[in-house]
Nanobody, 114 residues
Framework: QVQLVESGGGLVQAGGSLRLSCEVS????????MAWYRQAPGKQRELVAA???????NYLGSVRGRFTISRDNAKNTVYLQMNSLKPEDTAVYYC????????WGQGTRVTVSS
């Protein structure tokens, strides 16, 4: 059974940076498209960034140019480097495959203060 464990969130001032990590158990990691999602208070979960094995990436328009998704297949880990953070980036961040196939992890909370 695939398990997803997110980490790296925290409290940061606007303009700051954070790097999120998601460890994925299971040998299928290297062949799946993986993505980061987020859910802000009172809002639906949304797709933030995705990476497909081979290097193709896609981003939500509001984070393009500020966030970078990457993956290390050898470590079964996907990362999200977040720079120039804004208060509107405040949310719980989750990783999962694209399309979504696995049980959600606990997520990691990101709070950006103004």
């Amino acid at each position: 059974q695939v398990q997803l464990v997110e980490s790296g969130g925290g409290l940061v001032q606007a303009g700051g940076s954070l790097r999120l990590s998601c460890e994925v158990s299971g040998s299928i990691f290297s062949v799946n498209a993986m993505a980061w999602y987020r859910q802000a208070p009172g809002k639906q979960r949304e797709l933030v960034a995705a990476t497909i094995s081979g290097g193709t990436t896609n981003y939500l328009g509001s984070v393009r140019g500020r966030f970078t998704i990457s993956r290390d297949n050898a470590k079964n880990t996907v990362y999200l480097q977040m720079n120039s953070l804004k208060p509107e980036d405040t949310a719980v961040y989750y990783c999962n495959s694209l399309p979504i196939e696995y049980t959600w992890g606990q997520g990691t909370r990101v709070t950006v203060s103004s």
